[in-house]
């Protein structure tokens, strides 16, 4: 008897929607019926359709238990975001933290700037490169960690 392959039904997949969700930080429960608002249901179809859910469930499993962005390939980036920030109390942090990230990543800029107008064999080009390096890692720390963390670089 041949076997007919019969497309996957969605509602069978799994989903990680909530799971993301808790390490946003994101409560569910917060605001008049949560669960039932437009942002949580459209969150969860695109969750339950979503095609990258093997990069998903490997994200979630690489990353520590509270992180401060969604990652890029979901579907839910915005919403999450959006939740996340709505959040009561959470939405002056989240923009302090997003605006050191912004921050830093204007001084690499600026760094590089300067790096193409030194020639390579002057000295400060070495501490410069040090200071970009120390920056980009501080960036990195950021984005992997709750938005409470306040920058914390050394210049």
């Not at 969150?43 to 469930?57: E, L, N, W, Y």
Request: aromatic content about 4%; charged content about 25%.
């Amino acid at each position: 008897m041949t076997k007919i392959s019969s497309p996957k039904d969605p509602a069978r997949e799994p989903t990680y929607i909530h799971e993301m969700m808790q390490r946003l930080g994101i409560d569910p429960r917060e605001g008049a019926a949560a669960r039932l608002c437009m942002a949580h249901i459209t969150a969860f179809h695109r969750c339950q359709t979503c095609p990258a859910k093997k990069a998903c469930r490997e994200w979630l499993d690489a990353m520590p238990p509270s992180v401060a962005v969604a990652p890029g390939f979901c579907p839910n980036d915005d919403i999450l975001f959006e939740l996340r920030v709505n959040q009561p109390g959470y939405a002056s942090v989240a923009a302090d933290h997003l605006a050191c990230i912004a921050n830093l990543a204007r001084l690499v800029g600026e760094i590089d700037e300067l790096l193409l107008r030194k020639p390579n064999d002057d000295p400060l080009v070495g501490e410069l490169k040090s200071r970009k390096l120390r920056l980009c890692n501080e960036i990195q720390w950021l984005r992997r960690k709750p938005s409470q963390q306040a920058c914390h670089i050394d210049s």
